[in-house]
C-alpha cells in the first residue's frame, strides 16, 4: 500500500449521491474526501429528471436558483397510443401535472448541469472533488472505538500512475454506481426483481411534425414497441425507446448488431407514425442494460453504507433515479455529521436502513408497474397513467414517510396538528417575520444547515392562559439536562448538532412585544444583538394562494403545539406545550452526553 | 500622450451605472472597455435600495437571483414622531409597501454586492473591468464620419505608473460620479436645487430596544433632528442621520468637528429617546455632502454622454440613487448598442435626453419635498408619508413613462388596449407556452438581449375572421421593405438589433396546431428545427393571484391587437393588426437600410 493520510469521510463517486453528500459533510466540523474516477463531471445527458422534492432540498442548501433558470419545467404529461385500425398513434389524453404541496413541480435538466450547480457550492466551501481518482484495494481493520479508522481505501490517481495512496477513513459512503467496486469488494448479496433489459436513449433536437414534442409523452405504438419523451433546455428532447419484451431496438435488424443514433431514431420515428422524426444535432445517447435489483443490505459493514444506483437500480421510466440517489444521502450524511462530529451515538445509523430501503422498496415496485404497463399491446396508456396517478406523492418524492424509529417518535399527533405527519417532510405554509414583517414559506426557514428546528405553535398569546404556557414551556426547556445544552451551541465534540428554536405565534404583531419573549426566542450576542430571525406570526396578509401557517398545519389558534423539524426537515415529534421533558426524553436516546 | 488603441464605446466608471452599461454593451458585437480609478469594486456600505424596476432590469438579464437571496425585503415603513409633551418618540404609523405591478418589491442589500452580481455576469461574457486605471486627459476630433474615433482619453493604470495608454473611441459613458472628471473636462454647466447638505449614514448591527429595528423607519424627533433606517443582510442596519437647517450633525459638538462614529451613535441613540442604541461592528460609516443637482446637458458632446450621479446628484432620502443611475444607462446602451454596431442612426441617441431628463428632474423634485418633510418640526412623519405615497409609482421605478419621440409612436391606443401606457414598461401578465404547456410571466419573454419583440396578440384564432387576419398580418408583414429583414437576422453591419415575433393568442392549445401558424411564428432551422418558444395562448390556468394577458392588458379577444416593446421592454407603439405600413415606418425613421 502507498502513502498513508487520514480522513474522516470518503465519498467513493462524484455523482448526484455522491456530490449530495459531499454538500452535507461540509456543514459539519469533519474532514472529508470525495473521489471519483471519471475525468470529470458528467459532461451532458444521463439522469434528466428533477422531482419537487429533490428542488426543494437543492433550495434547502441555497442552490436551486440556476437550476430553475436552466431548466425546463414539466407540466404536463401526453399520452398517445396506436389506433390498431390505421395503425397510426393518437393523442389519447393530456394530464397537467398535479402540482403537490411543494412550490417546486418537476424540472428536467441535463445531469451534467446540475452536477455543475453542486460543484460550485462545494467549490465555496472549499471542497474539491479528486477526479480521476479509482478506488483499488479495501482494508478493514477490527476495532471497538469509535474514532478509529477503521476502513482503508487504496487509490491510485492519474497524477500518480506509479505510486499510489491509502485513505484511512472513520466511515466510507460508497456512491459508484450500478457496477460499484465498493459492493464487490465486499460481496453484497443483491435482490433481483425483474430481469435485464435494454434500453436506448438519446438526446436529440428533433426535427419533426409531431404535436407534443415540447411535452413529457408517454407513446405506445402497439407492437411496433414504446417510447416515453421529455422536452429540454436548448431545444433538446430527451427519448428513450423500450423494446417490448425480448424484441430488437432496432427494426429489422439482427439483434446481436448494436444500433447506431441513426437506426435508433429511425426506430423512434416509426413508433410516432403517421409523424416524421429526423435530427441533426445529438448532444448524447446510449444503450444501456438495466438489472432491476437492490442490496440486502443498505449498510453492509458498520463503517460502510451504499447508496444511489450502488444500492438499487432500476428502468428510468418513472425519471427516480438521481431523485432517490440524493435523497438517500440527504438522509444519510446528517446522522454520519453528528455521529462523527461526536453528537450523536452511533445508534442513529441503523435508521439510514430502515428509513430508506422502504423507498428502494416502493420505487422498484413502481417501476415493475411501469414495465408493465409500458409491455402491454393495447391500453398501454391508460395503464401509466393510472400507475402514475397511483404513485404521484411517491413520483414527486413529497410523500416519502419514514416510519418509527429513535429519530421518529411513534405517536399520533392527530388533535394536536392535523396536517403535519410523522416522519414526512413539513408542507410549505406561510408565516411572517415579527420583527420585520416580511412573509415567507416556512420551509425557507429549515436550511439544511445540520440544525434540528423546534417549531413552538403558541397560539395567540395575547390570550393570558396561552402566553403562560409559552412562557412555562421555555422555563422547563431551560431545566431539562440536554435540551438547554443543544440549544446554547452545536452539539459534539466537534460541532455537530444543534437544536434551534423557532416560535410561531398567532397573535398581531404590534400586540407583542418581541424583546418581552422569552430569551430562547431572541438570544443576545454581545456583538451580533438580539437574533431577530425566530419569531413569526401567523397573522399576516399573504400573497393569494400563500396559506397561513396555523390553517395550513391544521393547528388550533387556541391550543398550540410544538413540532420538531429534523436537519433533513422530516417531522420528528410533535407535542404539547407541556410535553417537555418527553422532547428531551426523544433526543436523550441518541445523544451522547 | 501614450500608446495608443482603439474601442468602441469607453466607459468610464464601474459603479452600479457604468456596470448596467457594460451588461447591456455585452449583448451587441462592439468592443467595449470599463475603467475604474479604484483599486476594486465597492467593498461594501453605499447605496443599498434596489426598486422594484430595478431588480425586474436585473431579471431581464438573469442575475437577480443571487440579489433575491442575499437581500431583505423591504415591506413595511414605519413612522415614528416626538410626543411634545413626553419628549419620547412614538410610533404614528406602519404602513405596508404597496406590491405595484411587479413580481419583486423593494429590497436591500449593500452596493458591494450588487457589483460582484454584475462583474460574475461580465466575466462570463469575457469583460473585465479595469480597476485602477485613471483618466487623466481629454481630447476631440473633428469627424463628421459616424465610424470614426473622435474620442480620446489618456489613461494611466496602478501597473504602468510611468506609461500610459490613449484609448481612442468611438462613443464614451462617463458614469464618474457626482464629482466626475468628464464633466469637469467639457465644463458643463449644472442647475442647481436646493443647497448643499451633510449627511452621516452608517451600517451597524444595533444593539437596541427600539421595536421597529428591522423595519424601514422614517423618525422625527423634533428639534433634535430626524433619522431614516433601513434593514439589511447580516443583522445589519442601516441609519441616515439628518441634520435640521444647518445644525451640526453631532448634538453638542463644536460644528467645525468631524463627528467620529461614535458620536454620530451617540446622535441616533438621542434621537430614538427612550430606546437605547449601541453597537459593537460597524460595516461602514460615511460622512458626506450632497449639492442637488442636475447637468444642464445629459449628451454634452455628440460622442460623450453623462449618466448616473455624473448627470444628478441629490439626497439619499427616497433611496433612488442607484436605481435612478443604472436605469440611465439602461435606457442608453441598447440605443448606442445599435448606432455602433450599424444598425440605427444616431438620431436615437436624442431620445436619451428627452427619455431621462424628465426622470431626473422628478427626482430632484421628490427629493426636494422629502428634505423639505424631513425639516418640519411637527407633521414631519404625516408629511414624509404623504409625499412617498404620491410618488410611490416613481420611487419603484414602475411609474417611468417615456414621451412621445421617434421610439415612442405618438398615439392613443384605447380601444385597442386598454391596459397598455404607450413608453411605459409592460406589466407581468401570465401567458402559456402554446408547445410546452408552461405558463410564464410575459415579462420573462422579454430578456435584454438587445432584440425587439412584437408582441401579437391575435384574439381567437378559432374564429375564422381572426385566423384571416393573422393570416393577413403575416404576409403584409413579410411584403414590407424593412421589417422582415430586422426579423430575418440581427440587422446592421455588425448585427445589432433584431425584431422578434411572439404570438399570444387566446383560443385552446388543442384547437390549434402550431406549424400551420404563419411561419414567421415558428422559423425553422436545419441544424436546430422549429422554434417553440414564440406561441403563447391566454387560455390557461395560471396558478393564484396570476392574471392572464388579454384580460391583465385589456385586449379585447374578438380584435386583438400588436404591442412593440422596445429593446428595454417599454412599449414603443401600438397597433391594430391591419397596421403593419404603420409600424414599417415606425422603423424607417430611424434605422438605416
Redesign the interface.
Known sequence: MGNGSYTDLLIIGAGPAGLMAACWAAQFQMQTRIIDQKPGRTPTGHADGLQSRSLEILDSF?IV??IL?KS??H??MAYWAMNESTGHIERRK?T?SLPGSSVYDQRLLNQGATEQVFLDYLHEMGVQVEYGTRARELTLSESNSETDHKVAVEVVSGKAQDGSETIHCRYLIACDGARGWTRNQLHVPVDKKLGESTWAVFDI?????F?D???SCAISSGDRGSMMTA?REN?LVRFYIHPKGDKELCNGQDTKHEPSLDELVSTADSLLKPYKLRY??CDWYSLYSIKQQLVKQLRPHDRILLAGDAAHTHSPKAGQGMNVSMQDTYNLVWKLGAVITGAASSRVLETYESERRPVAEELLELDAQLVGAYEKDTGAAKRIETVRDQYSEFISGLGVTYGPSILVADQNAQGLVNNIKMGRRLDPFYVV?H?????INLMTRLPSDGSWKLLVFAGDIRQPDLRGRLNSFAKTFCQQPLLPRLYEKRHGTRAGWLLETVLIHASPR?SV???ELPEMFHPFD?????D?TRVFTDEG?Y???CRGAYDGYGIDKNTGCVVLCRPDQHVGWIGAMEDVTDLENYFSVFIDK
Open positions: 441555497g436558483d440556476p433558470r425546463v419545467r407540466t404536463e393530456r397537467p433536437v428533433p426535427i419533426t411534425d404535436p414534442i415540447r411535452q422536452p431545444r441533426q444535432h417575520n420583527a420585520e414583517g416580511v412573509s404590534t412585544e418581541l424583546l454581545e456583538t451580533w444583538g438580539w431577530y396578509s400573497s393569494p394562494g
